[in-house]
């Protein structure tokens, strides 16, 4: 499957923990903002993790990623993630994710970072590659 999906969108508040001591959210963050944003994107598809790995034995790892980061957030800005399927193989999944600061006001939100992410399914056991669940491909392709 190489349709992108609809995105998926999930709100988050930058804490203080998020940030350097200039305020600024530190750059590996974003790698855990998109971590969140797929965890949630899973879930609203009807699915945990934790009950995949213990019912079919099935893990998501990262496999690669790039992030272009292009504006700075900062603490107590409002982020919206976007989570979007590129393209679904038998055992893996490649993701564009974005973060976009959301205005206060009646402004524009604006795009602070962009992230190509490839997540491959694994055996929780072997940590070999193995086939994404049928019941999770299923719900990915009709997203898309």
Known sequence: MSAASSPFHWNIRVYYEDTDTGGVVFYANYLKFFERARTEWLRSLGFQQQHL??????LFVVRNTSVDYLS??????ELRLTVVVEKCRNASMQFVQEAWRLPSGDGQPELLA???ITVACVDQTTFRPRPIPDEVLTCIKKST
Do not use: F, K
């Open 53 to 58: 790995a213990e019912t079919t034995g099935a």
């Open 72 to 77: 700075p957030a900062r603490l107590d800005d």
């Open 114 to 116: 962009r992230g190509s």
